[in-house]
Structures are given as C-alpha cells and as structure tokens.
C-alpha cells in the first residue's frame, strides 16, 4: 500500500480522469524546485584555511567569559537566559589572581597576515595567539579595536602567505539567503554550519550602530568574531551574538554586516582607531505624535532636540526641531538610522541632507566634524546646551495643559536650581493626571519653543496654543529643557 500521502496524490488524478476536473495538486512553481545546495563540501574546503582559532591568556581576579555576546534590552525577558550563559566561564571558583585561557574565532582577510576578529575575544588580553588549520600557532599584536561595533584587526608574522577570505556584498543579501558559519565552537577547532538569513538590520541594543544580520546557522560559544559567507564564499557578515537559554545554539544569533565591518575594519588597519563623521546633534525618534504636530504624512526620520555648541552644525545649518529624513543620499527612515550613517560618512566630506523644517522640506548642506571619544555623537542619550535669549519681561503665572505656568526669574532658577543659560518659561507646578505629567514633565523644566516659536513668557505659550487650536491642531509639539540644559520634544494634547 502506497503511503498517505502518495494516496492522496492518486486520489486525486483520478477524480481528475473520471469527472473531467483539473487535479487538485498544481505544479510546484519552477524557483521551488532549488530547494538549495545540495552540499557545500566544496565551498567549505577552500575557505576553512582562512578561518582560526584565538587563543587569549589573562590574569584575572574573576572568572573570565569569551563567546558570543549577549545583550538584553532593559527589561527584556531573555536576561535571565544572557545573565545564566555568561555564568561560571573560564577559569576556578577560587578567589585571587589567576590566568584563564580562553577560545574564539577569526579570520584572515590578507595574506600577509591582517586577521579579524571580535573585539569582546581578545579585550583585556595579556597574550594572543592564533592558531591554523594545520595546528601550527603565531603570536599576535593588536592593531586597532571598536568596542562600540564590538571589532578587532590582529596582526601576525607568517613564514609563508596565509589563506585569506574577502569582504562580499551584505546589502545585496536577502531574507531566505543561505549563509554558512565557520568557527571555533566550545574549543572544538573548524567547524563548519549552514542556515539562512532570518532577519535584517536587528537592534540588539548592544551598540550606537547596531544593525546586525540574524541567522539560524549554528553559533556557539567560541563562534565569536567567525565569518558568516554567503554561497559565493564572500565574508557578509561577522558573528558576534547570540540568544540561547542553555548556552548552547537556538537558532538565533546575530553577525555585524559587512557593510559596517569593512570600513571599520579599514579604519582600524590604517589609523588603529576608527575616524567617524560626527554631526553634532541630539536627537529623539519621531513619534506618531510628533509627525501629526509638524504636518507629516507619516512617522519618520530623525527628530532634532539639540545643537551641540561649537560643533559641525552650530552655523544655523540645521536647527532644534528639524527633522532629519535623508543624509547623504541615504533615507533615515527611524532615529538610529543616523548615528550609523553619519559615522559611516568621512571627517570633513560635504554632505546634503534633508529636513522638515516648520512643515517645509529644505535641503541643506553641512561639512562633517570628527567623533571623538570625548566629543557628543548623534544619539538620544548626548546631553545638548539649551539657546540664550534676553530676559523677558515679567508676566504673571498662567494655567495651561495641566501645568502651571510662570516667568523664569532669578528666583526662580534659584529655588529650581535651572542653569543660567536655559531661557523659556518654567513650569512651576503640574497636576496630577494630566497630560504633561503622563509625559513626565515636572516642576522645574522650562518650556523653550511652542510649535517651534521660541517663548519667553506665560502669554506666549498660551499665544501658541490658541493658534495651533485655532488651525485646527490638536498636539501641541513643546521643547522642554530640564535644569542642566538638556533639551526634548514632547507632544501635548491640547483637547
């Protein structure tokens, strides 16, 4: 007796033959019938000389962890799996100094001897060593480190030229995409696994340019800073993290793309550090709100909350409450796109980018300053210096949105403790259940614009609201600067 399933296909051809009837199975569509590589043995033959193995050493006092990282957004429920997977790795439970050998991955991208690698594999190394497929084994020095897209550019001295792998294309890659994982999983040496590209651009909160490729390819621990090919043999992406519960693959792990690694890669190798374009912004995401308030279609871009003093775009180039949605040629779709693009962008190249300026769409052009460790990047979390304007005159205290509204006195900034160079309006009270205090103002922050107008007085918030009201808005898009100075853009509805 055929199987279920063959039954079934017979069934219906002769229901088809008997009635006349078209058959119930279709034809598979022609790109179906691939249904991939039938063995990737000759692919992974001549690339697994270009994979190593990193041996670190280090004296320490705890107990070291090397492996694919792990980092949960605040509250995320995977924490107790991350916190569980980096437990008790890498050396005794004795207390005191000791040194803690440890195992990742990298691979040779010159055959002169560049090698990289993660830079959570060999950070806080006394001695690195890489090891080859042959077994044989060659110190390595540190040529430059990224903690922040977590990259790593090691050099060693060959007797002979190396096996060296090249950079593809990432963005060319799609969902479904086979890819192939090469690395050092829990000390074993080459290994070599198959998957496919699960996800793009995947923000693990783990860095300012997080924008990593997800795959199902098996990655485990000693995976890390392992080369991610695509069927062509070609480097799209690095393995740097995974989820898992137990420590072990689940299918989920996470590759810095080859469209980021590579010129950071290039950067490390030339200068030993990395040179990034810096804007000199804060900004904030464009909220649903926020995009009713300034008469946009739809929710996008990037929302400027502040102008860093002294820096790239303090001429007037661009100004608080622009809304960033294109920069040099390239859509910002949602705020971290941003950061990325502007590091990605050379120190002092001229760039065009596109704002949304009081409901006007403007172009401007701006030359990019450099980023500097100690310097403030485009970011939601970099403090930005408030405007300076005239003292207003006196005004008496108004009611408004739930808040209560008043001049912004010496006495003022004195019981509120607000710096000298905040101007606006502060807000001395709010009440409870309102609006403004679901949006966690509080007594003490200073309201700078309405509606993008500066205000310099409780008639001139109230002035702004009548008018929004009286063109039929209903948000009210405010700037609040809180007591250091430090600027954002709340909506409040005005209902």
Not at 48 to 53: I, S, T
Not at 115 to 143: M, P, Q
């Amino acid at each position: 007796m055929p199987p279920r399933p063959i039954r079934s296909a017979l069934l219906s051809l002769a229901l088809a033959a008997m009635f006349g009837a078209a058959p119930l199975l279709s034809a598979a569509p022609a790109q179906a019938v691939d249904q991939g590589p039938a063995s990737v043995a000759d692919l992974a033959e001549g690339l697994l000389d270009a994979v190593v193995n990193i041996s670190t050493t280090q004296n320490v006092g705890d107990d070291a962890v090397k492996g694919p990282q792990l980092r949960a957004p605040e509250g995320s429920p995977f924490q107790d799996f991350f916190d569980e997977f980096f437990k008790d790795r890498g050396g005794s439970n004795g207390g005191g100094n000791r040194r803690v050998s440890s195992l990742g991955s990298g691979f040779v991208i010159d055959p002169e001897g560049i090698v990289v690698t993660n830079n959570h594999v060999i950070e806080g190394a006394d001695e690195i060593e890489v090891i080859f497929t042959d077994g044989s084994k060659l110190k390595a020095e540190v040529l430059g480190v990224d903690p922040k897209t977590d990259l790593a550019v090691l050099k060693v001295n060959p007797v002979k030229q190396l096996t060296a792998v090249a950079f593809g294309d990432s963005n060319t890659m799609r969902i479904g995409d086979w890819v192939m994982a090469i690395g050092n999983p829990f000390g074993l040496g080459g290994t070599v696994t198959l998957g496919i590209i699960s996800a793009r651009g995947r923000d693990i909160n783990s860095g300012p340019y997080d924008n990593f490729i997800q795959t199902d390819a098996a990655i485990n621990r000693g995976n890390s800073g392992g080369p991610l090919f695509n069927m062509y043999g070609q480097v799209i992406g690095i393995n740097t993290a995974i989820i898992s519960p137990s420590g072990g693959s689940i299918g989920i792990g996470f590759a810095v793309p080859a469209e980021l690694a590579a010129n950071v890669i290039g950067q490390l190798r030339e200068f030993g550090e990395t040179r990034r374009g810096w804007l000199g912004v804060r900004i904030q995401p464009v909220t649903d709100e926020i995009a009713e308030s300034l008469g946009m279609d739809r929710a996008k871009g990037a929302l400027v909350a502040g102008i860093i003093r002294g820096g790239p775009v303090d001429d007037g180039s661009i100004l608080a409450g622009d809304v960033i949605i294109r920069f040099d040629g390239r859509d910002v779709e949602a705020m971290r796109d941003l950061p990325r693009v502007v590091a990605e962008s050379p120190v002092g190249k001229a760039v065009d980018v596109v704002v949304i300026r009081k409901g006007e769409q403007m172009d401007v052009k701006v030359t990019l300053g450099r980023l500097e460790d100690s310097e403030q990047q485009a970011s939601a979390d970099d403090p930005a210096a408030g405007d300076t304007g005239d003292a207003p005159d006196a005004a008496a205290p108004v009611t408004a949105l739930g808040m209560t509204l008043s001049e912004l006195t010496d006495e003022a900034r004195a019981e509120f403790g607000i710096a000298e160079d905040v101007e606006g309006v502060v807000i001395s009270e709010v009440d409870a259940g309102s609006a403004a205090d679901d949006k966690k103002i509080t007594a003490g922050d200073v309201i700078v614009e309405v509606a993008q107008e500066a205000v310099m007085s409780p008639a001139d918030v109230i002035e702004r609201i009548e008018a929004l009201k009286a063109d039929g808005r209903r948000n009210a898009l405010v700037m609040i600067s809180n007591k250091s100075g430090e600027l954002r853009f709340i909506t409040l509805r005005m209902d």
